[in-house]
C-alpha cells in the first residue's frame, strides 16, 4: 500500500473533547472521525486494525465450535414484552416506530431474537448443543458516550449464544467459550485477567468479565496472588464475625449536629473515627424502598443491594423519596425509627454500637445497638471491597487495579427459554425448557484498550497480531530513483511472503515520515536513504523497543519476515 494514495489525515495537536489516550491516538492517527455524540466512522487504517481483531475472534469461535450468523439489528417490541425487558431496560434501548405506528427497537444485545430463533428450529435434544455467534453493530443510547470507541453508543460487538440440554452441558459451554476468549485476547497482544462480575441487565446466575489492565479503565478490579479475582460490583467481602460484648454500652443518646451532615463532619463533631459511625443510605428498587447501613468508612455496592432483595434495579433515592422514608433531609438518615425496611453490612456486627443520623435534622443519634435499638431486616455483605481487605478465597489482602471491560460471559440458566418457551423433547418425548448462555466481545472496545495498553509519547505501538500493517519502508530521498526502486524491489519482496507493508512515498521530510510512522504505531519500520544504499544498508528499527539496528541490503527481506513470523 502507497501511503499517498492513503485516505488518512494525521493530527499533531489532541482534539479538545478526548479524554483518554486512545481516543486522542485514533483521532490524531487518523483512525477514526467522528458523525455525531458517541457515533464514529472507522478510516481505512483503524478499520484493518478493526478487521483483523473480528478475524481473531472468528477464528477463536469457530475452533471452540460456535456458529456464525448475522441477525436483524432492528427488533420488533413483542419479543422484548415477552421477556420483560421492554420497560425494564431504560433509556438505553432506542425505540421508534414503523410508518404502521409499530413499535421495534434498535438492538443493544440479541437474547430475545437468538432465544426467538432457536425455538422455531429445535425441536429435540439431538439438535442440543448449539452455539450461534454474530460480530454486528449494537446501539445503546448512552446518556453520555465519552472515551472515544470505548462507551459509545454505536459499537461493533461478537455476541454469541449456547444452548444446551441441561446445566452439566452449560457449564461445558461456558468453559469452552472462557477458553477461547482467553485464547483471543492473548492473540490480540492483551495484557488482561478474567474476573467474577455482576451480570447486571443481561441477568443469569453467573458471569466474568475479562478486564485488560489500564489506567484509564473504567471498572475496578480486585484481585489475589492466590488467583481469585471479580469486578468490586461482585468481589465478595469476608468477615471474622468476632462480636463485642454489648452489655454495658451506654443507652441511646439523641444528639443536637447543627450543620453537620457528612460523616467527615459528623466524625470530628463526636471526636469519633470514620469505622465508629455508619451512614444510612436509602435506595429505591422495584422491589420498594429500603435502607443500607454500612460503616462510615466504607462504600454501599448497589449492585450488592440489588442483589439482596431480588430486585432489577437499586439507586440511590431522590430528595423527595428519602424525606418520604426518613422524615427528614437527605444527610439525617439512620436505622432507628426509619419507615422502610433496613439492612446491614455485615462489617457492623464488629462494632460494640454506631453513631449515625436520627431522622430529623441537624440531629444524630449516638450508642446505637442493632437488636436493641432497632430491628434489622438482615445482614448481609452489602459494600464494596477496598485494597487490603481479606481475599474471599485466601485471606491475603487484596490489590485493587483498574480495569477496561474487553468481554463478559455470562451462564444465563433458563431465564429467556422460559419466557420466550424455547423449549425441546427429551428423549422420553417430554418438554425441557433449554439451558443458555450468553458471551459477548466489544471488538471497537478491544482495538481502544489495546492502545490504551501499548502507546508512548510518540503514538500507538501496535502488537503485530492487531496492526494495521506489520512493516512500513520509509524512502528519505522519493526523487532519488535508485532508492524508490529498493524500497518497491523490498515491499515487493515482503508482499509475496504475506507481510502487510505500507510504503511511505511521499514526498516529505524524513522528520515529518518518522512521526507520521511512530504515531500510526507499525511495528517494523526499514528506512532507506542514499547515503545507506551505497553502503549496502538499510536501518531497521522496532517500534515497541526503539531498538535500531543496520542490516544489509541482501539480508533485509528474510530479516524483516522472521521478525513478523515470529510476533504474529
Given at each position: 500500500m502507497e501511503y499517498s494514495k492513503l485516505f488518512i489525515t494525521t493530527l499533531r495537536e489532541d482534539p479538545a473533547e478526548a479524554e483518554?489516550?486512545?481516543?486522542?491516538?485514533?483521532?490524531?492517527?487518523?483512525?477514526?472521525?467522528?458523525?455525531?455524540?458517541?457515533?464514529?466512522?472507522y478510516m481505512p487504517a483503524g478499520l484493518r486494525s478493526l478487521r483483523k481483531i473480528e478475524k481473531i475472534i472468528r477464528e477463536g469461535m469457530n475452533n471452540a465450535g460456535a456458529q456464525e450468523v448475522l441477525m436483524p439489528a432492528v427488533q420488533p417490541a413483542e419479543l422484548w414484552e415477552e421477556s420483560g425487558r421492554w420497560d425494564y431496560y431504560g433509556k438505553?434501548?432506542?425505540?421508534?416506530?414503523?410508518?404502521?405506528?409499530?413499535?421495534?427497537?434498535?438492538?443493544?444485545?440479541?437474547?430475545?431474537?437468538?432465544?426467538?430463533?432457536?425455538?422455531?428450529?429445535?425441536?429435540?435434544?439431538?439438535?442440543?448443543?448449539?452455539n450461534l455467534y454474530q460480530i454486528q453493530t449494537k446501539f445503546r443510547d448512552e446518556i453520555r458516550p465519552r472515551f472515544g470507541v470505548m462507551r459509545s453508543r454505536e459499537f461493533i460487538?461478537?455476541?454469541?449464544?449456547?444452548?444446551?440440554?441441561?446445566?452439566?452441558?452449560?457449564?461445558?459451554?461456558?468453559?469452552?467459550?472462557?477458553?477461547?476468549?482467553?485464547?483471543?485476547?492473548?492473540r490480540c497482544g492483551l495484557k488482561f485477567v478474567a474476573v467474577e462480575a455482576d451480570s447486571g441487565a443481561i441477568g443469569g446466575s453467573f458471569s466474568h468479565e475479562f478486564m485488560v489492565l489500564a489506567l484509564s479503565g473504567e471498572?475496578?478490579?480486585?484481585?489475589?496472588?492466590?488467583?481469585?479475582?471479580?469486578?468490586?460490583?461482585?468481589?465478595?467481602?469476608?468477615h471474622d464475625h468476632v462480636e463485642p460484648d454489648r452489655s454495658c454500652t451506654p443507652g441511646l443518646q439523641l444528639c443536637d449536629t447543627p450543620d453537620v451532615r457528612t460523616i467527615e463532619e459528623v466524625a470530628d463533631f463526636f471526636q469519633a473515627a470514620p469505622h465508629e459511625l455508619a451512614k444510612t443510605l436509602v435506595f429505591t428498587t422495584d422491589k420498594g424502598v429500603i435502607a443500607?447501613?454500612?460503616r462510615g468508612d466504607h462504600e454501599a455496592n448497589p449492585a450488592k443491594v440489588k442483589n439482596l432483595v431480588g430486585a432489577n434495579i437499586a439507586e440511590l433515592a431522590s430528595e423527595e423519596d428519602v424525606r418520604r422514608a426518613t422524615g427528614a433531609p437527605t444527610g439525617f438518615a439512620g436505622p432507628?425509627?426509619?419507615?422502610?425496611?433496613?439492612?446491614?453490612?455485615?462489617?457492623?456486627?464488629?462494632?460494640?454500637?454506631?453513631?449515625?443520623?436520627?431522622?430529623?435534622?441537624?440531629?444524630?443519634?449516638?450508642?446505637?445497638?442493632?437488636?436493641?435499638?432497632?430491628?434489622?431486616?438482615?445482614?448481609?455483605?452489602?459494600?464494596?471491597?477496598k485494597a487490603g481487605d481479606p481475599c474471599p478465597r485466601c485471606k491475603t489482602p487484596v490489590t485493587v487495579a483498574r480495569g477496561i471491560e474487553v468481554g463478559h460471559i455470562f451462564k444465563l440458566g433458563t431465564k429467556y427459554s422460559e419466557k420466550l418457551g424455547a423449549v425441546y423433547l427429551d428423549a422420553e418425548g417430554k418438554e425441557q425448557n433449554i439451558v443458555?448462555?450468553?458471551?459477548?466481545?466489544?471488538?471497537?472496545?478491544?482495538?481502544?484498550?489495546?492502545?490504551?495498553?501499548?502507546?508512548?509519547?510518540?503514538?500507538?505501538?501496535?502488537?503485530?497480531?492487531?496492526?494495521?500493517?506489520?512493516?512500513?519502508?520509509?524512502?528519505?530521498q522519493v526523487k532519488d530513483e535508485e532508492t524508490m526502486a529498493e524500497a518497491r524491489r523490498i515491499e515487493s519482496k515482503l508482499e509475496k511472503l504475506g507481510v502487510e507493508v505500507l510504503l511511505d512515498d511521499r514526498d516529505e521530510r524524513p522528520g515529518v515520515k518518522f512521526k507520521d510512522a511512530d504515531l500510526l504505531g507499525i511495528p517494523l519500520r526499514i528506512t532507506l536513504g542514499s547515503r545507506g544504499l551505497k553502503e549496502g544498508l538499510a536501518e531497521v528499527k522496532e517500534r515497541a523497543t526503539g531498538i535500531e539496528s543496520k542490516v544489509g541490503l541482501a539480508d533485509i527481506v528474510p530479516t524483516a519476515f522472521q521478525w513478523v513470523t515470529e510476533r504474529r
Open positions: 483518554v489516550i486512545s481516543h486522542k491516538l485514533m483521532f490524531r492517527a487518523g483512525l477514526i472521525r467522528k458523525l455525531a455524540a458517541g457515533i464514529y466512522t438505553e434501548l432506542l425505540r421508534f416506530k414503523d410508518r404502521h405506528g409499530r413499535d421495534y427497537c434498535m438492538g443493544p444485545t440479541h437474547e430475545e431474537v437468538i432465544t426467538d430463533l432457536v425455538r422455531r428450529e429445535v425441536r429435540s435434544y439431538r439438535q442440543l448443543p448449539a460487538m461478537k455476541d454469541a449464544y449456547s444452548f444446551d440440554t441441561d446445566n452439566a452441558g452449560a457449564e461445558e459451554s461456558y468453559g469452552k467459550m472462557k477458553e477461547a476468549y482467553n485464547s483471543i485476547f492473548r471498572d475496578e478490579i480486585a484481585a489475589c496472588e492466590c488467583g481469585y479475582g471479580a469486578n468490586v460490583e461482585k468481589a465478595e467481602v469476608t443500607v447501613c454500612v432507628v425509627g426509619i419507615k422502610v425496611p433496613v439492612y446491614l453490612d455485615r462489617a457492623l456486627r464488629c462494632t460494640a454500637s454506631f453513631i449515625s443520623g436520627a431522622n430529623k435534622a441537624d440531629v444524630h443519634y449516638r450508642n446505637i445497638v442493632p437488636g436493641r435499638d432497632f430491628e434489622p431486616a438482615g445482614w448481609a455483605d452489602l459494600r464494596f471491597i443458555m448462555g450468553c458471551y459477548g466481545i466489544g471488538v471497537g472496545r478491544t482495538l481502544a484498550s489495546s492502545i490504551e495498553q501499548n502507546n508512548d509519547e510518540n503514538g500507538i505501538i501496535w502488537p503485530v497480531p492487531i496492526a494495521p500493517w506489520e512493516v512500513i519502508i520509509l524512502p528519505l
